[in-house]
């Protein structure tokens, strides 16, 4: 007879009993299947790092040129990507060029996806071409020699497009940014608009309690420590120490969530994680002198938009000098290369948006709100918004007025306007901005640029006592062989080797996984145990991020206190008292040719035709927008494919534009006055003309306001009456009479 208490079958405790079981089970089959997923890790870094060209493109490619065979020779290289079958190219429009950052991993991560900056641009109809790099550079290879073979690389590309409408659009990623800018600022004849993305160009700029990185090299006193691995590494640099500094930044990724995520959905997530372990492990080396310049001359030195970069013939490296529009592409998610150091730059360089006119120069950037370093180029999402516009729209960013812009992206609907002129599934607006927009996002203090001249100074002051007292005796005593056990005894380099099939454990397991993939069994989504698990995780990664937030704010705290001694200071030369200004003055030279420009344009007002009065017109009723959206370039497409006149080239049409642009901001009432004389007489031009600015003007919104009323004085000029003349497309808005106010 059973007893009263016993419990029933199929009760609470049972239930609980069945789930661990259930549990149990699970989790030892995951166990063994993540292990077998690191074998798979560590044999497919070994056959990687075997290949003589390891990449990651996932596009097939013809090499162009070899930089090992230069006169100068470089351990890049320059291929044509071969486009998918289902993929056309229209050759004459221009191509791109994407530049692979060589900051520790192997190249490719620009081509890592079909939603990639090379897919995407592609898909616009561009030829596509990719700059990459072997792991082992050449002897002697220095950073300008690599700027020289660069530049080989564009002029060769120009040369199979002699038909393309415009120069190459360049994409620099990471550290390739500023390589790219550097190229661009000694030879800006080579380069169409120019994309840079996570790339940083004002090394120190960040704001407190945020992007500690920029604290490391003054809390290691500087570049010493950089010479000092290169020469360990027998004038070699290991690229895996950068890898390993870019881990540090998020440990709580490094030593959990990235291994969690895939023993969690193992089932599902390890192809994806081997596919971007492929690129995380395959480190590559840089030459001493190599390393040493980007440390001391960027990083530490923050030399770049200072202007105090030379390169061995004397010419300067001077930013302004760069004539093509600079797209900047940043996130507040990015801890690696914050908004403050990739646009921080452009405070350094003008004092205002009327200088960056002043050279000539269109600046955009956009600002993502969460998408972390790696995320911005590499991500798919990033890719078919973003990179996907920039690519669809760079012939509007290449004839956009000079001055600084921001790309803002709005998602399309069945409400939005004109539609059909717009590519994907965003409009993309360019709008006006300032240089206080910049510096809402948040920079550096007075204060803070005495605590980073400070560290730059000790900096210099170690690297002469490390180079005079211990680098004669270092690199006597360490031979190439011993070098290179040292780079295979890497920890990175470790994990990966520890876990491939040359362990013999890891064979064993490759046996056992198979036999578990026969009879795998899932745990239950509603399995408690399962959510004890993610609970912790959870915890795991709060521990992790918390000891990261205490590391990072006592690294800040040392190193604004140590730097911002005024002792120290004082000790290394360093005025306490002084508000260091890193912005460059505006040349003697530059203003003459300035002023001598400025004379020409004004005494031009008064000369060309139709086009000119169309353009000055156009340009005079949109600047009451302050922004131009695709809708309206892609009109203003539709009106020079219609033009019957001689066909402007994009080049001469971008001309025309900057000129019409600038005569108009420097005598606005002038240029205005001037254009009935530059019309022609036949009245039925004029009214085509007309009706192709309010063409242009009405694809991206309702012509009301301010708008109105200077559309409505533009007719005049024009001699048309506004409200009778007859739209050409039937999907133009009409012009509201209504809308007569400012």
């Known amino acids: 007879m059973p007893m009263d208490n016993a419990p029933l079958p199929g009760g609470p405790m049972s239930g609980l009993v069945a789930s661990a079981v259930e549990y149990m089970m699970d989790a030892s089959q995951r166990s063994v299947l993540f292990l077998d997923v690191l074998r798979r890790r560590g044999d497919q870094y070994r056959e990687h790092i075997a290949q003589t060209a390891p990449h990651v493109l996932q596009y097939a490619a013809e090499l162009i040129i070899d930089g090992r065979k230069l006169d100068e020779p470089v351990n890049y290289a320059l291929v044509r990507i071969i486009p998918p079958k289902d993929v056309e190219i229209d050759l004459n429009r221009r191509p791109f060029i994407v530049v692979d950052p060589r900051a520790g991993h192997g190249p490719g991560i620009g081509g890592f996806k079909a939603d990639s900056e090379i897919g995407v641009a592609m898909k616009a109809g561009h030829p596509c071409y990719f700059i990459g790099f072997l792991p082992e550079p050449m002897p002697g290879q220095t950073i300008e020699r690599i700027a020289r073979a660069e530049a080989v690389f564009i002029e060769k590309v120009i040369s199979r497009h002699p038909e393309a409408d415009g120069k190459p659009c360049v994409i620099g990623n990471c550290q390739a940014g500023w390589a790219v800018m550097i190229l661009a600022s000694l030879r ?10 996570g790339a940083p160009l004002a090394y120190w700029a960040g704001v407190h309690g945020q992007y500690p990185m920029r604290y490391s090299g003054g809390l290691l006193g500087g570049s010493w420590l950089t010479a000092l691995t290169s020469d360990l590494g027998a004038g070699k640099f290991d690229g895996a120490w950068l890898v390993q500094n870019f881990e540090g930044q998020n440990p709580s990724n490094t030593l959990w969530t990235k291994q969690y995520n895939v023993y969690s959905k193992v089932d599902t997530e390890a192809d994806r994680y081997l596919e971007f372990e492929r690129w995380w492990g395959g480190h590559v080396n840089l030459n001493a002198e190599e390393i040493q310049f980007i440390v001391d001359e960027l990083f530490v030195g923050n030399n770049l938009a200072a202007g105090r970069i030379k390169m061995s013939d004397g010419q300067p ?17 990015d801890n690696i290369t914050p908004p403050q150091q990739a646009l921080d730059w452009i405070l350094d360089l003008y004092a205002d948006v009327d200088e960056i006119r002043a050279y000539g120069q269109t600046i955009v950037y956009t600002v993502h709100e969460s998408v972390g370093h790696l995320g911005i180029f590499v991500s798919g999402g990033i890719a078919k918004k973003e990179h996907a516009e920039f690519s669809s729209n760079i012939d509007l960013i290449d004839v956009l007025p000079p001055g600084l812009y921001e790309a803002t992206f709005e998602a399309k609907d069945a409400d939005t306007a004109n539609a059909d002129l717009t590519v994907g599934q965003w409009v993309m607006r360019c709008e006006a901005r300032t240089l206080d927009d910049i510096r809402a996002m948040g920079g550096n203090s007075p204060e803070d640029e005495r605590r980073f001249a400070a560290a730059k100074r000790v900096s210099e002051i170690n690297l002469a006592a490390y180079q005079k007292y211990l680098q004669p005796w270092i690199k006597g005593m360490v031979k190439p062989q011993v070098a290179e056990m040292m780079r295979n005894l890497h920890p990175l380099r470790l994990q990966y080797e520890a876990f491939s099939s040359r362990n013999p454990f890891m064979v064993m397991v490759k046996s056992l996984a198979e036999r578990v993939s026969e009879d795998r069994k899932q745990v239950s989504t509603d399995n408690p145990f399962l959510a004890f698990q993610e609970q912790v995780s959870k915890q795991i990664v709060n521990a992790l991020d918390s000891w990261r937030d205490s590391q990072e704010a006592l690294s800040e705290a040392t190193f604004l206190a140590v730097y911002g001694s005024p002792a120290v200071q004082a000790a290394v030369g360093i005025d306490p008292q002084s508000a260091p200004s890193r912005r460059q003055e505006m040349s003697a030279a530059h203003r003459e040719m300035l002023e001598k420009r400025i004379a020409e344009l004004k005494s031009r007002i008064g000369e060309g035709g139709l086009r000119e009065a169309a353009i000055r017109g156009l340009l005079y009723v949109g600047s009451a927008r302050g922004m131009v959206d695709e809708r309206s370039l892609e009109a203003l497409r539709n009106v020079r494919r219609n033009d019957s006149g001689p066909r402007l080239t994009l080049a001469k049409f971008k001309m025309l534009v900057r000129e019409q ?20 007489d036949n009245a039925s031009e004029r009214q085509s003309a007309f009706v192709a600015i309010r063409e242009v003007l009405s694809a991206s919104a309702a012509i009301s306001g301010e708008v109105a009323k200077r559309l409505r004085r533009v007719a005049e000029l024009f001699g048309v009456d506004a409200d009778k003349v007859s739209d050409k497309a039937s999907n133009v808005a009409p012009f509201d009479p209504k809308a007569k106010a400012s």
């Open 188 to 197: 800006p004849e080579l380069f169409g608009p120019i994309i840079v993305a």
């Open 317 to 333: 490296v001077d930013l302004r000098s760069i004539r093509s529009p600079i797209v900047v592409f940043c996130s507040k998610g």
């Open 661 to 680: 642009f600038f005569m108009l901001l420097l005598d606005q009432e002038g240029a205005l006055a001037a254009i009935p004389k530059l019309l022609p």
